[in-house]
């Protein structure tokens, strides 16, 4: 008998399914199968699959909100380039993960709407990281760190983009390029462009 809560059972085994089928093609039928439980069950717990597709992203996925969240209200600790390595770093994985999750979405219209109303009843949606990543350098920038008349939304979009990219670019390449000496790289080309 498995030991592990429903809740549990039904978000690893979304995940799973999501990562390997993509959205569009996981059934709610075939979730509840792999978590051994009944589809009842998983409406016991979650709202529709677009609900169990935002709890996905952000209980099964890389923490990145949590990291920027935390980050922006301590600005000031350790250097400039060190935060933006550790954000990059975070966002190449959480990216590298979701997409292969979220591409379908955009086979089917239908679902893409429902999954956008969803992700908007959540707080959530692909603009919160870029608003975070924002609210960051702007706390940079109020202690002198990011040089005045820096564009940190500009900023922020342009790294949380390449991250994005770098997961849509390589799908289909044999290798990616190292997340980490990438989000190195990526960290250091935008502080020299935004250091105070």
Known sequence: MENRPTRVRLLDAAHDLMLTLGLARTTTKEIARAAGCSEAAL?????SKEDLFVRVLSERLPPLAPLLSSLAAEPGRRSLEENLTEIAHQACLFYEQSFPIAASLY???QLK??????MREHGTGPHIPIEGLDAYLRAEQALGR????????????????ACAQRAFAYEAAQERPDAAGFAARLARTLVAGLAA
């Open 43 to 47: 409406y016991k717990h979650f709202d």
């Open 107 to 109: 086979a089917e219209p």
């Open 113 to 118: 709407r429902r999954h956008d109303e969803a």
């Open 146 to 161: 990011v040089r005045p008349g820096a564009d940190t939304f500009a900023g922020a979009s342009l790294l949380l983009g």
